[in-house]
């Protein structure tokens, strides 16, 4: 196996790994990035961003990610296509990634981007149709479903906030919300609960999303009385949380029960030393471009500090 050896190498191309790419890059690091399975991240799958400071007419997601893509390469991170397989961190100042089973890198430092992806429920038809009426983001895809009837699954504040968004798009929303309760916040719960064309649906299971080019409805069924029934619905949303892509980790970094990477407070530093961990991969709470972009940033200054610290740069 071809064995290569660098100062600094990000894992993920999220706004994390990319901002992170920037700083590390500008200090001279040389830093090798991994793209990782979702080359951009989750924002290549968002159409309008229009949070992002600098943008005051907002942009698509993609070419946001672009622009972080071209402002790193301008400072010479080496930006590669492949993703982590295996890693070991037991060895300080030489922690050994594996690249898609054949690469093996020796990085003194390691910046973990890697980000989290959308849960899903696990149905046939929920992965068939996902594109075709079927997504994890409302706020991507909400506009597609204009003045059409929408179911959407989850319990917490991130299900809320996307009914809510929803509901000013849509004709009638669906809520399906597994157990006689929410997860949500009292204030996101009574946002839903007032809006005149959401509908919560409680004790709801999904069992089947119906259509075969498209949604066409979704079969439902009361996990008190077993009683089945289908929703003319067009569009099928899930919003059941997120998974931080860790599991590599598993044995080597210390993790929540969720899989989050726990950091340091106030810092990016995990409990290896010369290891650190930024964007959604370690926030399970804010989750947004631009705290993820602002992590990325203290990754690469934990990063610079702790090799000049060793008297490696």
């Known amino acids: 196996m071809a064995q290569?050896?660098?100062e600094v190498l990000i894992l993920g191309s999220g706004p994390a790994g990319y901002t992170?790419?920037?700083y590390a890059a500008r200090a001279g690091l040389k830093p090798v990035m991994y793209q990782g399975g979702q080359p951009g991240?989750?924002?290549?799958?968002?159409?309008d961003v229009e949070n992002f400071p600098g943008y005051p007419d907002g942009i698509m997601g993609p070419e946001m990610m672009e622009d972080f893509k071209k402002q790193a390469e301008r400072f010479g991170t080496d930006n590669r296509w492949g993703m982590a397989t295996?890693?070991?961190?037991?060895?300080?100042?030489?922690?050994?990634?594996?690249?898609?089973?054949?690469?093996?890198?020796?990085?003194?430092?390691?910046?973990i981007a890697t980000?989290?992806?959308?849960?899903?429920?696990?149905?046939?038809?929920?992965?068939?149709l996902n594109g075709y009426g079927v997504s994890a983001c409302a706020v991507c895809d909400g506009f597609f479903f204009r003045g059409q009837n929408v179911a959407i699954v989850g319990a917490g504040?991130?299900?809320?906030?996307?009914?809510?968004y929803l509901s000013k798009l849509c004709k009638k929303v669906y809520m399906l919300v597994r157990k006689g309760e929410f997860r949500a916040s009292q204030i996101m719960?009574?946002?839903?609960?007032?809006?005149?064309?959401?509908?919560?649906?409680?004790?709801?299971?999904?069992?089947e999303v119906l259509g075969s080019e498209g949604v066409t409805g979704v079969r439902i069924k009361n996990n008190i009385t077993n009683e089945e029934s289908v929703l003319d619905v067009t569009g099928f949303f899930v919003a059941i949380g997120h998974q931080p892509n860790t599991q590599i980790f598993e044995g080597f970094l210390d993790m929540d029960e969720a899989g989050?990477?726990?950091?340091?407070?106030?810092?990016?530093?995990?409990?290896?030393?010369?290891?650190?961990?930024?964007g959604d991969a370690q926030d399970k709470i804010y989750r947004q471009a631009v705290t993820a972009a602002g992590s990325g940033c203290m990754a690469a200054l934990d990063a610079e500090r702790y090799l000049a610290e060793k008297s490696l740069h």
Not at 262 to 278: L, M, R
Request: a negative charge; aromatic letters at 6%.
């Open 20 to 22: 992170a790419a920037i």
């Open 115 to 128: 980000g989290a992806s959308a849960k899903w429920l696990g149905l046939e038809s929920e992965q068939r």
């Open 41 to 47: 991240g989750q924002l290549t799958i968002t159409t």
């Open 157 to 164: 504040d991130t299900a809320c906030e996307e009914a809510h």
């Open 260 to 278: 989050y990477l726990e950091t340091i407070k106030g810092s990016s530093k995990t409990n290896v030393e010369g290891v650190f961990a930024c």
């Open 4 to 6: 290569e050896k660098v």
């Open 86 to 111: 295996k890693v070991d961190f037991s060895t300080p100042l030489a922690h050994k990634v594996i690249i898609d089973d054949t690469h093996e890198i020796i990085a003194q430092t390691v910046i």
């Open 189 to 207: 719960q009574k946002r839903v609960e007032n809006t005149p064309n959401i509908e919560i649906l409680y004790h709801t299971e999904t069992m």
